[in-house]
T-cell receptor
Framework: GESVGLHLPTLSVQEGDNSIINCAYSNSASDYFIWYKQESGKGPQFIIDIRSNMDKRQGQRVTVLLNKTVKHLSLQIAATQPGDSAVYFCAETVPGTALIFGKGTTLSVSS | DTEVTQTPKHLVMGMTNKKSLKCEQHMGHRAMYWYKQKAKKPPELMFVYSYEKLSINESVPSRFSPECPNSSLLNLHLHALQPEDSALYLC??????????????FGSGTRLTVV
């Protein structure tokens, strides 16, 4: 079967493809999750968030899926463009703690 | 204004120097943060300020000294740093404490090199 929750440090896609970036989070008490995009030489930029009482949220060209059973978060980017090339981080918060970042995934989009 | 502004963008300092990093936001956010990011790693929390008071210090060495002069400004004073302190220092702010409703807004960071 298909694996879920695998974190890949790098992902290379062709322009126009759909991209899926995975993240496994650590704390079952985490109740708020954010995906950030970080371009070279810049700070993290908010993309989309989701709360633990939801399992899916859609934005413009992006969708976040949350599977609390296996503590897995994914970011789907539709019709990936060269401007989407960046490092993507998932981040989680547990009530009373600051934002904790997961390992990043470097997305490279070739045209 | 929906930005967090950090200055300087780049800083090179010797191990005996004293320097300061500055961060400014005019969004009326109540909490401000310092994160440290090494190359190819996620940001790591250093300090949290809430209403100008230090609320979290993640066991950061005393050669890093934060200061929050007012609700819009956050400084990080640096003294006697080591080469391994070279990193990207990120400032962030949030509307609510710990950003548990709307997340954080990050600045572009200061790239610090200690020689």
């Amino acid at each position: 079967g298909e694996s879920v929750g695998l974190h890949l440090p790098t992902l290379s896609v062709q322009e126009g493809d759909n991209s899926i970036i995975n993240c496994a989070y650590s704390n079952s008490a985490s109740d708020y999750f954010i995906w950030y995009k970080q371009e070279s030489g810049k700070g993290p930029q908010f993309i989309i968030d989701i709360r633990s009482n939801m399992d899916k949220r859609q934005g413009q060209r992006v969708t976040v899926l949350l599977n609390k059973t296996v503590k897995h978060l994914s970011l789907q980017i539709a019709a990936t463009q060269p401007g989407d090339s960046a490092v993507y981080f998932c981040a989680e918060t547990v009530p009373g703690t600051a934002l904790i970042f997961g390992k990043g995934t470097t997305l490279s989009v070739s045209s | 204004d929906t930005e967090v502004t950090q200055t300087p963008k780049h800083l090179v300092m010797g191990m005996t120097n004293k320097k300061s990093l500055k961060c400014e936001q005019h969004m009326g956010h109540r909490a401000m943060y310092w994160y440290k990011q090494k190359a190819k790693k996620p940001p790591e929390l250093m300090f949290v300020y809430s209403y100008e008071k230090l609320s979290i210090n993640e066991s950061v060495p005393s050669r890093f000294s934060p200061e929050c002069p007012n609700s819009s400004l956050l400084n990080l004073h640096l003294h006697a740093l080591q080469p391994e302190d070279s990193a990207l220092y990120l400032c962030a702010s949030s509307q609510d404490y710990l950003g548990q409703n709307y997340g954080y807004t990050f600045g572009s960071g200061t790239r610090l090199t200690v020689v």
